[in-house]
């Protein structure tokens, strides 16, 4: 499988999906505080950093490039539906651009970038790994994580997320599984918007996937619970 047939895969994922969950969320400043909050914990499982990758540090010539898509399961419609002009779908689909750089001393660092099909808004994250175990043959390798994301262009809605997780990770042949767990804390900013103040969210983070070596490429698969939303990743590129 050539890499230019997979790479672009994730992105045609994301547009053969219904994926007007977010359109137009320009009516926040009509929510009470309880759908503030609900509305604020679903996007902070959307926005959330996942790195949909094994832990084991890449090294200082490492490099990971991948384009990804995320589906977030959307477990309080009724607020979406409040905040915005249309009828929210249960899931909503974000498609990145995924790179990750390995540095000495077992430190890795990673970015993503993410605009949502025929939405008004975009996502940005960034990551600091440590690598606690290389690993090894009969060893696995287990990494500390440190994330931030940002969501942009929301009207009356400023949102960050801040997460730190532990992770392991076992590589063979052509498969490496992996799972952590960690904490997704979010903070939610109504921009002033007269009834309404800000949230700050905490949410236990559990997750499990697996990478595949596809000769010139990889495929990674991840699922992902934060708090009460479901998510599932698919990411696929390359690294050296």
Do not use: C
Not at 188 to 199: C, Y
């Amino acid at each position: 499988m050539r890499l230019r047939h997979v790479l672009p895969l994730p992105v045609l994922i994301a547009f053969s999906f219904p994926v007007n969950a977010a359109r137009d969320l320009n009516q926040v400043d009509q929510l009470n505080q309880a759908e503030f909050r609900d509305l604020s914990e679903d996007l902070g499982a959307t926005v959330s950093y996942k790195a949909v990758l094994p832990v084991a540090a890449l090294g200082v010539a490492g490099f990971d490039l991948g384009a990804e898509v995320s589906a977030t399961r959307i477990e309080h419609p009724s607020a979406w539906d409040h905040a915005s002009s249309g009828t929210a779908p249960r899931t909503v689909y974000v498609p990145k651009v995924h790179v990750h750089k390995g540095l000495p001393a077992g430190i890795d660092v990673g970015a993503f970038y993410a605009a949502v099909p025929d939405q008004d808004f975009d996502i940005w994250g960034a990551e600091i790994r440590y690598a606690l175990i290389d690993g090894g043959v009969a060893v696995p390798a287990v990494g500390l994580r440190a994330t931030y994301s940002q969501l942009k262009g929301v009207d009356h809605l400023a949102l960050n997320t801040k997460g730190l997780e532990l992770g392991v990770s076992k590589g063979f042949t052509v498969v490496t599984p992996y799972a952590g767990i960690g904490r997704i804390w979010t903070d939610a900013d109504p921009n002033g918007t007269a009834g309404l103040h800000g949230e700050s969210i905490a949410n236990t983070k559990l997750y499990a996937g697996a990478s595949f070596n596809l000769l010139l490429g990889t495929l990674a698969l991840e699922a992902d619970r934060t708090g009460d939303n479901l998510s599932y990743s698919v990411k696929v590129g390359f690294h050296f």
